[in-house]
């Protein structure tokens, strides 16, 4: 099974985080979400820690890759 993939480029809050609400209610058990911009990937991270999930972030090319597991 492929990993899932969530790509929030472009797109301002609250649509990443509404984004990855719905990656971690997909139940999957590891995925990444792509986000553009340093609030996005703030807001991203705090949601995702605070459901309890571990992330790993890396810059890639101008993007923040977070992997979550």
């Known amino acids: 099974m492929s990993k899932l993939t969530v790509d929030a480029r472009g797109l301002s809050c609250?649509?990443?985080?509404l984004?990855?609400?719905?990656?971690v209610k997909s139940e999957a058990?590891?995925?990444d979400i792509i986000v553009d911009?340093?609030?996005?990937?703030?807001?991203?991270?705090?949601?995702?820690?605070?459901a309890g999930k571990i992330t790993n972030t890396e810059e890639n090319e101008g993007?923040?890759?977070?992997?979550?597991?």
């Open 29 to 31: 058990a590891a995925f």
């Open 14 to 17: 609250p649509q990443p985080v």
């Open 19 to 23: 984004m990855a609400m719905k990656a």
């Open 37 to 50: 911009n340093r609030t996005a990937l703030n807001n991203v991270t705090r949601y995702l820690k605070s």
């Open 63 to 69: 993007c923040f890759v977070i992997e979550v597991q």
